[in-house]
């Protein structure tokens, strides 16, 4: 777990450097970099492309390409270590569209620890000047399709290989973001290549190792870890980008994860 928030840390900072290349641009190196893996594990392991629920698989991949560009457009507007922890709002989102989608049961203590959330973005946003409306609604924006992802994965389950399912979202991406690369296009420079194709290397292995995680026998003792990397972000941010944080804005930050934690504490429990 703390491997996959180191690289998902990288591939945050990786795409805050590089937030003057348009979103489309982003999400189709995002995209390119893991589909070498993802093609080549299904290739390697004889696994079918198309899946089995095809409407599903590709619900799930428009959702996921509109949240990911959200992303990436906030980071014009948001110090980094804001957005990504705004963006982990997403669990809400997903509680609130399965109680209506998936009959789900939500227990009183549940939306106690939300509202503990809530009021913590409300003090990211009220205290935090570096906060801007776009970019806040943005943010907003990409952890509802985020959620949506959530749901659209439950209602799959078991009926296609997890891989086939980020297969579809990096198929996805890759056209969506290549359409829309024409409209903005521009040239990377030297090592900017480098860091763009690394966009995708760093998101799959940082998919990959939480992946692996969840797997272990100690998932309740090593789930509140996938938080550590709002911490590593806005540390690093700090240093590269000299992003500064209010006190009572890292306190709503701090509400956001422990309203998220003990949210995902109680259901396992």
């Known amino acids: 777990m703390l491997l996959s928030a180191v690289c998902f840390t990288a591939m945050n900072l990786f795409v805050k450097y590089l937030a003057h290349f348009g979103s489309g641009q982003l999400v189709l190196f995002r995209a390119f970099g893991s589909l070498f893996f993802t093609m080549s594990y299904l290739?390697?392991?004889?696994?079918?492309m198309l899946g089995n629920q095809k409407k599903l698989l590709v619900y799930r991949g428009l959702a996921g390409v509109t949240s990911m560009?959200?992303?990436?457009?906030?980071?014009?507007?948001?110090?980094?270590?804001?957005?990504?922890?705004?963006?982990?709002?997403?669990?809400?989102?997903?509680t609130i569209l399965a109680v209506f989608f998936l009959r789900e049961q939500v227990k009183p203590v549940q939306w106690l620890f939300f509202l503990m959330a809530f009021i913590g973005v409300l003090m990211i946003k009220g205290f935090d000047p570096n906060i801007s409306s776009i970019g806040f609604l943005l943010i907003l924006g990409s952890a509802f399709f985020s959620g949506i992802v959530y749901v659209l994965i439950n209602k799959i389950g078991q009926g296609d290989h997890p891989v086939v399912i980020v297969n579809y979202f990096m198929w996805i991406s890759l056209i969506i973001g290549g359409v829309l690369s024409v409209f903005e296009w521009t040239t990377p420079k030297g090592v900017e290549w480098v860091l763009l194709?690394?966009?995708?290397?760093?998101?799959?292995?940082?998919?990959?190792f939480m992946t692996k995680a969840f797997q272990s026998q100690a998932t309740n003792k090593i789930v509140s870890l996938k938080y550590v990397e709002v911490i590593f972000t806005m540390i690093a941010g700090v240093f590269w980008f000299s992003d500064v944080y209010p006190l009572l804005s890292l306190v709503g930050t701090l509400l956001v994860i422990t309203g998220l934690i003990l949210n995902i504490w109680y259901r396992r429990k």
């Open 69 to 94: 560009g959200l992303f990436f457009m906030s980071v014009h507007y948001l110090p980094i270590g804001s957005a990504v922890s705004l963006r982990y709002l997403s669990p809400i989102f997903a």
């Open 43 to 48: 290739l390697w392991h004889k696994i079918p």
């Open 197 to 208: 194709l690394s966009l995708g290397v760093f998101g799959y292995f940082g998919q990959l």
